[in-house]
């Protein structure tokens, strides 16, 4: 109090003693605000819990749970969709990480955002590098196991057959029938678009006949070759207007149509032929494997991946 009252600021000095007592009362509630934190993320109050996290994180800067609360922090941000700050987050967690087994943890963290971004390459890099590398056998086998769904939900056909059997063979009761549906998904033998459309181009229709939607490709056979035989019609009776008009409206337009809609006729085969090993596969799995332990993604995050983890639920 005496410092207090031959102090001439007397306002910089109230602050100065304030914070000698919050400070301390602070450190000591650190427990506090972690579990007002964690309270308030599974209340889904994601900026508030952003909040207090970043609080706990200025009195604790290097405090045992730092790497644990910036992973927070990131699928905090994850949760709001803000990317950045998301992986930003999950790199200070691997910064922090204070012990090998946390280390790999938080990569497969950093992984599941990236996979959300859709950064499928350096996600699976980071995953293959835990499931070959990592000390730890319950670590390797989740990244393995998630590096695996990636390709499957990516319809890598051939790298999910080769993480199979590298990394999580023996993670499954019965691997036959598995293991041999991986084979024929790998060895399909895919429609070309290119290829398609160049059929159509020669022939209308030719290009969804190629990619087996004989329906639509006998009807744009049908419907191209009356417009075509309707300009020629015209032409030869000296109508050259009315052929003219109906080249120019109605045989170009639906005969460009033709090509196109053959192009994206075969991506939506080979679409179709992907989805349905993926389920085929995916039943497999479900009925020789809970994988509801291997998957470190929060239920919210599957709903926004590309590649479906809900089905496994």
């Known amino acids: 109090m005496v410092f207090y009252r031959d102090c001439k600021l007397r306002l910089p000095c109230l602050e100065v003693i304030a914070l000698l007592v ?3 009362a602070y450190a000591l509630c650190s427990d506090l605000l972690l579990t007002m934190a964690d309270s308030l993320m599974c209340s889904r109050f994601y900026d508030d819990a952003i909040t207090e996290y970043r609080r ?6 290097h405090g045992e749970l730092v790497d644990d609360t ?10 709001l969709e803000r990317w950045d700050k998301a992986v ?18 938080r990569k497969i963290d950093r992984a599941v955002i990236l996979l959300v971004l859709g950064n499928h390459e350096t996600a699976q890099l980071n995953l293959k590098q835990v499931a070959h590398f990592s000390n730890y056998e319950n670590i390797r086998k989740r990244s393995g196991m998630l590096l695996f769904l990636s390709k499957i939900f990516t319809h890598d056909w051939e790298a999910a057959l080769n ?12 691997s036959d029938s598995l293991e041999s549906t991986l084979i024929k998904a790998s060895k399909v033998n895919y429609k070309s678009p290119k290829i398609a459309m160049l059929l159509s181009t020669l022939i209308p229709g030719g290009g969804q006949i190629y990619s087996g939607r004989w329906l639509s490709g006998l009807n744009a056979m049908l419907l191209n070759g009356t417009l075509g035989y309707l300009t020629v019609n015209n032409i030869i009776k000296e109508r050259y207007i009315s052929g003219s008009l109906v080249f120019i409206f109605l045989f170009q337009r639906y005969y460009d149509g033709n090509r196109h809609h053959a ?15 993926e ?25 926004k991946f590309k ?3 809900e089905k496994l639920q």
């Open 163 to 174: 993480v199979y059997r590298s990394l999580i063979r023996d993670q499954f009761i019965e």
């Open 279 to 303: 389920k085929e596969i995916l039943n497999l799995i479900r009925e020789t494997h809970d994988l509801s332990d291997r998957i470190p993604i929060q239920p919210t995050f599957r709903k």
């Open 88 to 105: 930003e987050a999950m790199d200070k967690s691997i910064l922090f990480a204070e012990s090998d087994s946390l280390l790999d943890q």
């Open 307 to 309: 590649i479906k983890y």
């Open 56 to 61: 706990y994180l200025f009195f604790n800067p």
């Open 70 to 79: 910036y992973s927070k922090i990131g699928y905090c941000y994850a949760h």
């Open 263 to 277: 192009y994206s006729t075969a991506i939506e085969q080979n679409d179709r032929i992907d989805s349905r090993y």
């Open 22 to 24: 919050i400070l301390p």
